[in-house]
T-cell receptor, first 109, second 115 residues
Framework: GQNIDQPTEMTATEGAIVQINCTYQ??????LFWYQQHAGEAPTFLSY??LDGLEEKGRFSSFLSRSKGYSYLLLKELQMKDSASYLC??????????WGAGTKLIIKP | ETGVTQTPRHLVMGMTNKKSLKCEQH?????MYWYKQSAKKPLELMFV???????ENNSVPSRFSPECPNSSHLFLHLHTLQPEDSALYLC??????????????FGAGSRLTVL
């Protein structure tokens, strides 16, 4: 079956760095997405990786290793507003999105 | 208005009621989606309308009925729901086809409570 695994919850300190991991098993692969969702709000698009390597966007970076079925989202210089859930999703060979259950990130002062 | 708008934001209904959720997108996208989001579970795709074609998840009960009158509007009609249907219902849109990733733009969701 198809499966996405990511930690349920993580805690980090303001100003620090945190890495949220995502492992996947899908029928084929057409890219991996990360979305951010603040409580009570819409998920918003953060990043898309389809080739191996690191993509950097300001304080956020996303990494992909297709051979390992692995991705991570790296958040630097954490701010209180980064407290949110982070959703990992893979697109399979039929271009269907397979979602993880999300990682709730708690930032402490 | 911009983006994807969902109404109502909150809905409480009894098991015998009939209600509808509404979604409107102002992005000119050609695909619209209904997702169910339950606590600590992955997003569950319920229905997709893409280029006037409907794709549905066969596990969605018939008490959920979608309607897409045009490319900008999407409804989810609810009838004789069960308490386990209580969840956040998210609407999304995207531009399918062409180059690049099929990025979804979500609405803020309709929080449904079935008593």
């Amino acid at each position: 079956g198809q499966n996405i695994d990511q930690p349920t919850e993580m805690t980090a300190t303001e100003g620090a760095i945190v890495q949220i991991n995502c492992t996947y098993q899908t029928s084929g692969f057409n890219g991996l997405f990360w979305y951010q969702q603040h409580a009570g709000e819409a998920p918003t698009f953060l990043s898309y990786n389809v080739l191996d390597g690191l993509e950097e966007k300001g304080r956020f970076s996303s990494f992909l290793s297709r051979s390992k079925g692995y991705s991570y989202l790296l958040l630097k210089e954490l701010q209180m507003k980064d407290s949110a859930s982070y959703l990992c999703a893979c697109m399979d060979s039929n271009y269907q999105l397979i979602w993880g259950a999300g990682t709730k990130l708690i930032i402490k002062p | 208005e911009t983006g994807v708008t969902q109404t109502p934001r909150h809905l409480v209904m009894g098991m015998t009621n009939k209600k509808s959720l509404k979604c409107e997108q102002h992005l000119g996208h050609n695909a619209m989606y209904w997702y169910k989001q339950s606590a600590k579970k992955p997003l569950e795709l319920m229905f997709v309308y893409s280029l006037e074609e409907r794709v549905e998840n066969n596990s969605v009960p018939s008490r959920f009925s979608p309607e897409c009158p045009n490319s900008s509007h999407l409804f989810l009609h609810l009838h004789t729901l069960q308490p386990e249907d209580s969840a956040l219902y998210l609407c999304a849109s995207s531009q399918k086809g062409g180059s690049g990733a099929n990025v979804l733009t979500f609405g803020a969701g309709s929080r449904l409570t079935v008593l």
